[in-house]
């Protein structure tokens, strides 16, 4: 089945700082990458996601690269703010397009020091 | 629109005990998916269904079932309980291919 290696497992930054999360996959059929947050005591929500169509997708101060000949895609949060504290997964389809669910990383906690 | 809802909340089960899980999700996605949340294994894929057909099921034992109903109701059930099954049990619906809608999650807790 599909394996997803995230890295890393704790990330602390300073306000105002950038985080980067990064994951690789080991399907090369894959072509959804979504990136779930999740804070505390509350469900996953999507915060983006990119198709393999594309390297790059951003949304204010989120965005994610796709690499697909190395089969790995990053998270990158820019100008980071003590909301952002979280943990955060990333995600691959099980089956074309995610029919068959979603296998995830094990996530990253990201601590956000003010 | 309503997002995903799941019940109860909570609940509390002695080993041995078998327990169902409820899922209702957004009006329209005819998708459900379960998940096992722990911190040591993170969230796991449990089962996928859709129009009332399992699609796809994870590395879990046959204690592990669920069903669909024809209105996209969902719930799963765990047979003889034991300790590692404590967990929070996720549901997640979709419209179409990919974005995923989860539920708050059952925090099961296995005594």
């Known amino acids: 089945g599909e394996n997803v290696e995230q890295h890393p497992s704790t990330l602390s930054v300073q306000e105002g700082d950038s985080a980067v999360i990064k994951c690789t996959y080991s399907?090369?059929?894959?072509?959804?990458f979504p990136w779930y947050k999740q804070e505390l005591g509350k469900r996953p929500q999507l915060i983006i996601d990119?198709?393999?169509?594309?390297g790059e997708k951003k949304d204010q101060r989120i965005a994610v690269t796709l690499n697909k000949t190395a089969k790995h895609f990053s998270l990158h949060i820019t100008e980071t703010q003590p909301e952002d504290s979280a943990v955060y997964f990333c995600?691959?389809?099980?089956?074309?397009?995610?029919?068959?669910?979603?296998?995830f990383g094990k996530g990253t906690h990201l601590i956000i020091q003010p | 629109k309503a997002g995903v809802t799941q019940t109860p909340r909570y609940l509390i089960k002695t080993r041995g005990q078998q327990v169902t899980l409820s899922c209702s999700p957004i009006?329209?996605?005819?998708?459900v998916s379960w998940y096992q949340q722990t911190p040591g294994q993170g969230l796991q894929f449990l089962f996928e269904?859709?129009?009332?057909?399992?699609?796809n099921k994870g590395n879990f034992p046959g204690r592990f079932s669920g069903r669909q109903f024809s209105n996209s109701r969902s719930e799963m059930n765990v047979s003889t309980l034991e300790l590692g099954d404590s967990a929070l049990y996720l549901c997640?619906?979709?419209?179409?291919?990919?974005?995923?809608?989860f539920g708050p999650g059952t925090r099961l807790t296995v005594l």
């Open positions: 997640a619906s979709r419209l179409d291919y990919n974005e995923q809608f």
């Open positions: 399907d090369s059929a894959s072509n959804y």
């Open positions: 990119i198709r393999s169509n594309v």
């Open positions: 995600a691959v389809p099980r089956g074309w397009g995610g029919a068959d669910g979603l296998t």
């Open positions: 009006s329209g996605h005819r998708s």
């Open positions: 269904y859709f129009s009332e057909t399992q699609r």
